[in-house]
């Protein structure tokens, strides 16, 4: 098993979202999950009380959990492009993601989270699950 820090939440079925996410592999400490996973699905629902659609960045170190133009913004941080970089994605991840959502025939936009929330009691104790379900990592990310 990979001993992550963070597990991102993106959309699995979203070919463009998997190819960005690609990106992660040079984060070491760094998993990822789809959406779709029941395992991401449990831990929104504990997080959130019900399964936001949208990117999510679930620090365990930082007790953080990092959502939207937040979870972009953090990951070109640790991606070591930050600046101008995190500063576009910040402030066009509304048009990226609905262009994308159009371009992959997703349907629907993310829904509108995009704040850092600190990591609750109960969301903590399935993370573990998540970087379960993370270190098998999605075909798409191989």
Same mark, same amino acid.
């Given at each position: ?6 597990v ?8 463009y979202?998997?190819?960005a996410a690609?990106a ?5 400490d760094?998993?990822a999950?789809s959406w ?5 699905q449990?831990?929104?629902r504990a997080?959130f009380d ?5 990117m999510?960045l /679930?620090d ?5 959990? $990092?959502a939207?133009?937040?979870?972009a913004?953090?990951l +070109?941080?640790r991606? !070591?492009?930050?600046g101008? /970089?995190?500063?576009?994605v910040?402030?066009? $991840?509304?048009?990226?993601a609905?262009?994308?959502g159009? +371009?992959?025939?997703r !349907?629907r936009d993310?829904d ?7 990591l609750?009691?109960d969301?903590?104790?399935l993370f573990?699950?998540l ?12």
């Amino acid at each position: 098993m990979d001993d992550y820090d963070a597990v991102l939440v993106y959309d699995g079925e979203c070919p463009y979202c998997s190819v960005a996410a690609r990106a992660l592999g040079k984060l070491d400490d760094v998993g990822a999950i789809s959406w779709y996973d029941e395992a991401a699905q449990e831990f929104l629902r504990a997080q959130f009380d019900e399964t936001p659609f949208a990117m999510f960045l /679930v620090d365990r170190r930082r007790n953080r959990v $990092y959502a939207g133009r937040s979870a972009a913004e953090e990951l +070109a941080d640790r991606a !070591g492009t930050p600046g101008i /970089v995190g500063s576009l994605v910040r402030e066009n $991840y509304d048009r990226i993601a609905h262009v994308v959502g159009l +371009a992959s025939g997703r !349907g629907r936009d993310p829904d509108d989270y995009h704040e850092i929330y600190p990591l609750t009691e109960d969301a903590a104790e399935l993370f573990d699950e998540l970087v379960d379900a993370a270190a098998a990592r999605p075909e798409a990310l191989a």
